[in-house]
């Protein structure tokens, strides 16, 4: 079983890139897509142009699935954290939806949120397996922004299935709080990075090694020189 998903994993890594959007280039194409699903598909957000981008960008850091044959962006996703210095006062998305009394327990400055957590339409009409994959591929660039930024804890807004399908990957977060109305019905989740980890790796070690690069993505150690494509 192990050698069989080693052998997925290394498919999926041969065929689609994770690329940090580094540059304005790169962040448009995410922008794009982010407008074909959240705009044209669902009409979750309006926007003009062919963009859709909100306040948050301003201090998020994002992600691309590249198919490598094509050069398609396929898939993104953003890590927000909370404004420097701030007050965390409205630093985070999940702040807008959630009760107070829950938001004030939280430790915000120690935070960040994954968001906009996307594949491209085009991606829906192959194997559920080939999907969960991109899901994990887009996973793996969550762990090298956490390299790279460091926050101790990620919180997300999810859908109850895409949190169903995450833990069948061995992705557990906890959930905060009672179900909010956002895009549809979502929970607030959260956990400490280093506890998410380990606990992919415990539960799911090949897993662990496709969105860590076998540990060498997602830990708070001391980096040098970190690869922006995976």
């Excluded at 979502?186 to 790796?201: A, C, H, K, P, S």
């Excluded at 415990?202 to 980096?223: K, S």
């Amino acid at each position: 079983m192990r050698a069989t998903m080693d052998a997925a994993f290394a498919a999926i890594r041969e065929e689609f890139l994770v690329e940090i959007a580094a540059g304005p280039a790169v962040l448009r194409e995410a922008y794009q897509l982010r407008h074909q699903v959240y705009c044209l598909e669902h009409g979750y957000e309006t926007a003009s142009g062919d963009i859709e981008t909100d306040r948050y960008d301003n201090h998020a850091h994002h992600v691309v699935v590249r198919q490598r044959a094509s050069g398609q962006v396929v898939g993104t996703v953003r890590l927000v954290l909370p404004v420097p210095n701030g007050s965390g006062a409205d630093s985070l998305p999940m702040q807008l939806v959630c009760q107070p009394h829950i938001v004030s327990g939280l430790p915000l400055q120690r935070m960040a949120e994954i968001s906009r957590f996307i594949l491209s339409r085009t991606q829906r009409a192959i194997s559920p397996t080939s999907k969960n994959l991109l899901r994990l591929s887009l996973m793996r660039g969550i762990a090298l922004l956490t390299t790279i930024h460091r926050p101790t804890y990620l919180c997300a807004l999810v859908e109850p299935s895409l949190s169903r399908l995450l833990r069948a990957s061995g992705i557990q977060f906890h959930p905060v709080g009672s179900l909010v109305e956002y895009h549809g019905i979502r929970q607030l989740v959260l956990r400490q990075v280093d506890e998410l980890l380990g606990g992919i790796r415990q539960e799911q070690p090949a897993v662990w090694g496709f969105i860590t690069d076998d540990g060498r993505l997602g830990n708070h150690q001391e980096h040098l020189g970190l690869a922006r494509q995976t």
